[in-house]
C-alpha cells in the first residue's frame, strides 16, 4: 500500500471502522431445564433456581430437550427490578418443608416484576405442596406486598 507522506505540522491516523457503544452480551443460554435469552449480567442459575437481578430484560423458554414441568424455580432477587417475558414455560416445584410450599416464580422483598406472556404461547406456574398438604401460589408475592403502593 503506498501512502503520502503527510505534511508539516500534520499527523497521518489510520482508517479505523466506525465502531458502536459496547452494548451487553445479548445471548441464549441454558440454565437448568430454562433456556435464556439476554444479557446474561441479568441473572444466575444454581441449584434450580434461576435468579433474576436488578435491571434484568429477559425470555425465558423451556431448554430443548428439558423435563416439563420443570421442577426449578425463578425467584427475582431483593429489591430488583426486572423485565421477563415468557414463553412456553411450565413449572412446578417439588414440594417443599415450608409452610406455604415452593412457588413457581418467586418475588423477594422490594423486588418489581414486569411479565410478559409472549404471544401464542401456553405458560402454566404451579407452586408446590406445602407441609400442610395444600400447594403453595404459583407467583409469590412478599409478605405485605401492596400493589396499589407501588
Not at 500534520?10 to 444479557?39: I, L, M, N, W
Not at 416439563?68 to 423485565?83: C, F, G, H, K, Y
Request: with cysteine; proline share 6%; hydrophobic share 30%.
Amino acid at each position: 500500500m503506498h501512502e503520502r507522506p503527510a505534511r508539516a505540522g500534520h499527523v497521518r491516523q489510520p482508517h479505523s471502522r466506525r465502531c458502536t457503544p459496547a452494548q451487553a452480551a445479548e445471548t441464549k443460554a441454558t440454565a437448568g431445564d430454562f433456556e435464556v435469552e439476554g444479557d446474561t449480567s441479568g441473572y444466575s442459575y444454581t441449584n434450580g433456581v434461576l435468579t433474576v437481578n436488578d435491571g434484568a430484560n429477559i425470555t425465558i423458554s423451556m431448554a430443548s430437550g428439558a423435563t416439563t414441568p420443570t421442577s426449578d424455580r425463578i425467584v427475582i432477587a431483593q429489591n430488583a427490578t426486572a423485565t421477563i417475558t415468557l414463553n412456553n414455560v411450565y413449572i412446578t416445584p417439588t414440594d417443599a418443608g415450608t409452610s406455604d410450599g415452593y412457588s413457581g416464580i418467586d418475588l423477594g422483598n422490594g423486588a418489581t416484576l414486569n411479565l410478559t406472556l409472549s404471544d401464542d404461547s401456553t405458560n402454566e406456574i404451579n407452586g408446590g405442596t406445602s407441609t400442610t398438604g395444600l400447594p403453595g401460589p404459583g407467583i409469590h408475592l412478599p409478605a405485605g406486598f401492596d400493589p396499589h403502593n407501588k
